[in-house]
């Protein structure tokens, strides 16, 4: 069975300071890695995946995050961060390959302060 | 042109009676899912259909009855309401032939039993 820890339940940072979300997974086989993202009174949106090839993959919104194997871990990291990123962020691991089933973690609140 | 869509946003009812939720997605699809959120954010899957058919169902009350009329559709009747029952409930859907598991949410169900 595979499952995702997320360990920092609150992340309190300050506008245009860096940030790192931790995430770190157990799975014996090969999986594929989410970071979804739920704002304020809204459902959660793919933030960003890795499912194969680039260990470093990114999102629009200039979130980052690199796959680790040997660590078994899938930290998201942000250079500089908004106002606006302040929400909810869930990591996700599926075994890879056609139908398999989501485990999420128990999430990080991103707090940015003005 | 919402991907996935909820009905009702908010329901607010009296322990003991059944209610039940709607959700419908436009993405063609094949499979569907509820999720269950707490007050602590926690996320966990409840059920999961494929083609009509349910593959994931993880030890919920028999109270709980989802039902899925054709692929776009996966309703969630619930039965004597408690109070441990007030969540928020998310819908979502996938295509299982894509290799990326990635899943589309809709807006949740803000249910309160009072």
């Known amino acids: 069975a595979q499952s995702v820890t997320q360990l920092d339940s609150q992340v309190p940072v300050f506008e245009e300071a860096p940030v790192e979300l931790r995430c770190n997974y157990s799975?014996?086989?090969?999986?594929?890695l989410f970071w979804y993202v739920q704002y304020p009174n809204q459902g959660l949106q793919l933030l960003l995946k890795y499912l194969s090839g680039s260990t470093l993959v990114e999102s629009i919104n200039g979130f980052e995050a690199e796959f680790n194997k040997s660590q078994t871990s899938f930290h998201l990291r942000k250079p500089s961060v908004h106002i606006s990123d302040t929400a909810e962020y869930f990591c996700?691991?599926?075994?890879?390959?056609?139908?398999?089933?989501?485990?999420f973690g128990t999430g990080t609140k991103l707090q940015v302060i003005p | 042109d919402t991907a996935v869509s909820q009905t009702p946003k908010y329901l607010v009812t009296q322990m003991g009676n059944d209610k039940s939720i709607k959700c419908e997605q436009n993405l063609g699809h094949d499979t569907m899912y509820w999720y269950k959120q707490d007050s602590k954010k926690f996320l966990k899957i409840m059920f999961s259909?494929?083609?009509?058919?349910?593959?994931i169902n993880e030890t919920v009350p028999n109270r709980f009855s989802p039902k899925s009329p054709d692929k776009a559709h996966l309703n969630l009747h619930i039965n004597s309401l408690e109070l441990g029952d007030s969540a928020v409930y998310f819908c979502a859907s996938s295509q299982a032939g894509q290799s990326n598991n990635e899943q589309f949410f809709g807006p949740g169900t803000r249910l309160t039993v009072l």
């Open positions: 996700a691991v599926s075994r890879s390959g056609g139908y398999q089933k989501v485990t």
């Open positions: 799975s014996s086989v090969s999986v594929y």
């Open positions: 259909y494929n083609n009509k058919e349910l593959i």
